[in-house]
């Protein structure tokens, strides 16, 4: 596997996303609505995800 900056980010918003899916669909929102959701949300959750790594890295946490 990559360890770049956005490989990493990518397979956290990943991860992410299943998670959250599975959770939308287990308290009852469609499957149309929580793609579009999921959709609507991407951007936002991709920025975090980039966060997250910065300040993993920046503690010395990402591993090489």
């Given at each position: 596997?990559?360890?770049?900056?956005?490989?990493?980010?990518?397979?956290?918003?990943r991860?992410?996303?299943n998670?959250?899916?599975m959770m939308?669909?287990?308290?009852?929102?469609?499957?149309?609505?929580?793609?579009?959701?999921?959709g609507?949300?991407?951007?936002?959750i991709?920025?975090?995800?980039?966060l997250v790594?910065?300040?993993l890295?920046?503690n010395?946490?990402?591993?090489?």
């Open positions: 596997m990559d360890k770049d900056r956005d490989s990493v980010v990518n397979l956290m918003t991860v992410f996303q998670g959250n899916k939308c669909i287990q308290s009852g929102m469609s499957e149309e609505e929580t793609e579009e959701k999921m609507q949300s991407l951007p936002s991709t920025y975090l995800m980039g790594f910065d300040k890295d920046e010395n946490l990402i591993v090489e």
